[in-house]
């Protein structure tokens, strides 16, 4: 999964794709390096963000999406509004960092479109879930989480074969609670969905080599995607897709 930040502020990419032609331009490329989807979003969830409008949103995101005809489109949003819109152009899945907690309309609309889901699990929210995240059991809170966002999707309409979890590398997690995260991926895996993981240049990888690091190196990042991939993890959610992409098949290749 490629992603396109359309956000003056994300926390990697933030600006890089604010013209939506060259947002759309970025999407075609990561599709011919191997993405199997892009992932489109118009709102930063990065530690200390305050969030957007839902008009900004749509500003950011519609202009993209409209681009991207028969190109396979996932919409980071967790408003029911910017995911009907998706939807409507072609979107076969909603990205939903809230896990359907922020709009309580969003369930029904991914149900109604017949649509793919992502649940991801977040302590806190944005704007403070880095001040001392706290968990007794990282991997079995996470899991009990996910498992009941999943009836909650369920009982919406949303079939089961349609939704993939996601721990949720960096929304309220230490650098440690991450690795465990991902460490014990067999215990998300148990609740029998496939499982995402988002690591791409997350700041955790970064303060492996300098505490005030605010991102990840690439080569920190395809190094915790083999691990994850080596623990079950099935989707990659990445800014370096070609990279990426053969590291991945590498790994498979060694390891089947
Ligand atoms: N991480 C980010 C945003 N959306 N969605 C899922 N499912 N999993 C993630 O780990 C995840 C996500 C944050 O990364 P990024 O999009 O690069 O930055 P920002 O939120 O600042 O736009």
Redesign the pocket.
């Known amino acids: 999964m490629g ?1 396109v ?1 359309v ?1 003056p ?6 600006g890089e794709h604010l013209d939506p032609d060259v947002a759309a331009a970025a999407a075609r490329r990561m599709v011919a390096e191997g993405a199997a989807i892009v992932d489109v ?1 118009g709102e ?3 530690p200390g ?1 305050d969030g957007v409008t839902l008009d900004e949103e749509l500003r950011r995101v519609i202009p993209v999406l409209e681009q991207l005809e028969g190109v396979p489109m996932s919409i ?1 949003t967790a408003k029911s509004e910017v995911a009907r819109r998706a939807l409507e152009l072609g979107a076969e899945l909603v ?1 939903d ?1 809230t896990a359907l907690r922020g709009d309580p309309e969003l369930a029904g609309v991914v149900a109604d479109a017949d649509g793919y889901l ?1 649940l ?1 699990h977040m302590q806190g929210e944005p704007r403070t879930m880095q001040i001392d995240p706290r968990y007794d059991d990282v991997a079995g809170e996470v899991a009990a989480f996910l498992e009941q966002r999943l009836s909650v999707a369920v009982a919406a309409g949303i079939p089961e074969e349609h939704v993939c979890l ?1 721990p ?4 309220g997690k230490t650098a440690e609670q991450n690795f465990e995260l991902v460490r014990r991926l067999d215990v998300l895996l148990a609740l029998g969905r496939p499982v ?3 690591l ?2 997350k700041s955790s990888l970064g303060r492996l080599f300098d505490p005030a690091a605010q991102t990840g190196t690439l080569a920190a990042s395809l190094g915790a995607a083999v691990a994850a991939y080596d623990r079950g993890a099935s989707v990659f ?1 990445v ?1 370096d897709v070609r990279e990426h992409v053969e590291a991945l098949a590498a790994a498979g290749a060694v390891c089947e």
Do not use: P
């Open positions: 992603i930040n956000t502020d994300s926390f990697s990419d933030g979003g930063s969830t990065r963000s980071d990205n960092v992502c991801m996601d949720g590398i960096g929304f995402l993981v988002g791409s240049r959610r800014h």
